[in-house]
């Protein structure tokens, strides 16, 4: 007899960091429909409460949680309300982030510290804090989103802060991945590549930036919401237990250019 995939995530609850908007919002929703309670979070609180709102329609368990996820002790707190509100911690996703679009030569420190601190120091505390709940419960999914910039330079687009963060975060997904192999934990990472987001849709609506993303895009489109959440859904379900360190490159093809 054949053992088949299971893609179902019924009775599993799931934390999904910068969940209030686009692609956090989406991967929320995608692990809902496909079964999972979902805590989201978010730095507003109102973004976040009407991800909430959304997931109940599907029928699921939602609550919110307003985070910062550079604050470590927040992190904690966050970690422990999955388990008091939601019954347990089985799905972190590591979503939010940010970025400021500034050349190198302009960059401030401060600035600096804010990038690193939010995309790398974040996603290293909830991945500890996630990680020391699974060890306990015996396994667990961790999914850490990178970006197509962690692969990729375009000559024009100031991006250094934020691509140096993103790499990392694929040397971090291995790192994770290793250690916690013994204890059941799967580490991968989603690194997406230019989706209909509210935070790019100006970029979107400019015809010549549209003719310039497509043109870099075998695919020949940006990414949709059901692209974010099928990539989701797999990582966190059963049916990707042998796969763990990896990145996937949600990008429509434009890191093979």
């Known amino acids: 007899m054949y053992k088949f995939p299971v893609y179902s995530l019924k009775g599993k609850v799931a934390i999904v960091t910068g969940a209030g908007q686009g692609l956090g919002k989406w991967i929320a929703l995608g692990l809902a429909h496909a079964g999972a309670d979902i805590l989201a979070a978010d730095l507003m609180a109102d973004n976040a409460e009407e991800t909430c709102r959304e997931i109940r329609e599907l029928g699921r368990n939602s609550i919110f949680k307003a985070i910062n996820v550079a604050d470590i002790e927040a992190v904690r707190d966050m970690i422990a309300t999955a388990e008091t509100s939601l019954g347990g911690l089985d799905i972190l996703v590591n979503n939010a982030g940010i970025n400021i679009h500034k050349k190198a030569l302009e960059f401030t420190p401060e600035e600096f510290s804010r990038v690193v601190d939010v995309n790398e120091k974040g996603v290293y505390f909830c991945s500890q804090a996630a990680a020391q709940h699974m060890i306990q419960k015996?396994?667990?999914?961790?999914?850490?989103?990178?970006?197509?910039?962690?692969?990729?330079?375009?000559?024009?687009?100031?991006?250094?802060?934020?691509?140096?963060?993103?790499?990392?975060i694929v040397m971090l997904t291995?790192?994770?991945?290793?250690?916690?192999?013994?204890?059941?934990?799967?580490?991968?990472?989603?690194?997406?590549?230019?989706?209909?987001?509210?935070?790019?849709?100006?970029?979107?609506?400019?015809?010549?930036?549209?003719?310039?993303?497509?043109?870099?895009?075998?695919?020949?489109?940006?990414?949709?919401?059901?692209?974010?959440?099928?990539?989701?859904?797999?990582?966190?379900?059963?049916?990707?237990?042998?796969?763990?360190?990896?990145?996937?490159?949600?990008d429509g093809g434009r890191t093979v250019l």
């Open 174 to 250: 291995k790192a994770f991945a290793e250690e916690w192999a013994q204890f059941h934990i799967n580490v991968n990472a989603i690194a997406p590549g230019y989706f209909a987001t509210p935070l790019v849709s100006d970029r979107l609506k400019d015809q010549d930036t549209y003719r310039t993303i497509i043109e870099f895009t075998p695919l020949g489109r940006v990414g949709e919401p059901e692209d974010i959440m099928g990539a989701a859904v797999f990582l966190a379900s059963s049916a990707s237990d042998y796969i763990t360190g990896q990145t996937v490159c949600l």
């Open 138 to 168: 015996g396994g667990g999914k961790i999914i850490n989103i990178a970006s197509s910039a962690a692969f990729l330079v375009r000559s024009g687009i100031p991006n250094s802060v934020y691509a140096m963060t993103k790499a990392g």
